[in-house]
């Protein structure tokens, strides 16, 4: 079976073919590209209408290199949306979850409902980006006159997925990242809904994770330029791109998942949602949707904050990859400065490299100047709040880690898994690079019954993908050291 899959994250898309021969799987990348967000009159947009382009030119790519594609999914970063009306038509561009607006209203928004009760009925993190935060805040700015006139709101992957198909359907594991979503009921919260003053009539019907939709839309192939897809239906994947890594994961009760991206989601599975006092303290989230597979997760900011910097630096004519980055950051002392990557400083675009030398300036009096130097101070502060988020999931469930999974694109860096293994002292297992795909190709093979469910899923994965185990280094001590300044610096 060949499973065509769409991966968007915030900076860049991918699309790839996966083969299944029954017995293993094979990923084959197809077209990949780069996406940002533009900022306009104040505000920061996804381009939409770009994302859809460099995903059919991947889709056309991917029907003519591999003939007869049984099926096709995808999945995005979440809590992003627009609105259509009754006829389809787009009515509003994608804002992007880093805007502002959500920080600049978070006051008022928290005046309708604190973020105690928020976490009470949807155990979600509480943060800026979230789509109950998102509306919230058009509503708190008088802007909210598209929800009178729109029919449907649609997450990123549902207005691809009806764009292709014309079904309207939300998924289950991208509603419950929302905060309007009760894990208890396994639907949308009235009580959140109705004190925000918004419709429930504004969503799409919800639907699991391995549900068949319709056939492509014969235009669409027109479009592409082929017939040769004129069976290929889409399928319901685990829309959110996080959720669809960690079905491609090691989930076995002892093992620490940090799926690292632009985003680091350091979690475990759950058999339930663990909503309590202790969990909104340390603002542990709890993602649903797949039953069996419960996730607890806490956000670190991730590669967000070296990507930003490279973009700088290439903005400024001079272009760096993480490759050549790595080998220059072995010749770097990595406890020379340490930062708090989750600062509120670092979560909007724009001179990162000022913000993080105006931090390390101030707790020691010197700061990273070359791009080596600011990547070896992002990986370890990162390796330093992976350990800080494991040592509260470990308190959360009461149960203590013995290894360490890195999935998605920054499982490659080696050097990153040893600053991990060193800080935390267990043994990191790397792999696999491509997690969203596989756990978006997993529920493809569901929906056809190639495969039972997410436990065959992940056994396939484990036959067909190479993952490479990193030991903590004779250095161990010394990070354990380093990490114990930086609780005390940071006040963690």
Known sequence: MKCFTFDLGASSGKTAVVVYDGNNLSVNPVHDFRNGVTRLAGGLYWDFIGIWNEY????????????????????????????????????APVRAYRDSRTIRMADEIFSVMSQRELYGISGNQIAPFNTLMQLAAMKAEGRDAILSYADTILFLPDLLTFYLTGERVTERSIASVTQMYDHRTEDWSPVVLERFGISR?????????????????????????????????AVVTAEHDTTSAFMAADASEDVLIVSSGTWSLVGCESPAPIINEYGLRYNIAN???????????????????????????????MAYDFGALSTDSLRIDPYSFIIDVDADEFYEPGRMRGKIAKVCMEKYGKHPETPAEFAVCVSTSLAFKYRWAMERLEHLRGREFRSVNIIGGGSRDRLAAQRTADVTGLSVICGPADASTIGNAIFQLIAAGEISGVGEGREVMSRSVDLVRVEPSWDASRASDAYDRFIQDFSL
């Open 287 to 317: 993602e649903g949707g797949i039953p069996g597979h419960h996730r607890l997760i806490r956000n670190v900011m991730g590669n967000w904050l070296i990507q930003e910097v490279l973009r700088e630096y290439e903005s400024d004519g």
């Open 56 to 91: 059919l030119k991947g889709l056309g790519k991917g029907i003519a290199d591999y003939p007869g594609l049984s099926s096709i999914g995808a999945c995005t970063f979440s809590n992003d949306f627009s609105f259509v009306d009754k006829d389809g038509e787009l009515l």
């Open 201 to 233: 009539d504004l969503f799409a019907p919800l639907a699991s994770a391995g549900t068949p939709l319709a056939k492509l839309r014969p235009d669409i192939l027109n479009e592409i330029g082929t017939s040769q897809g004129l069976g290929l239906s």
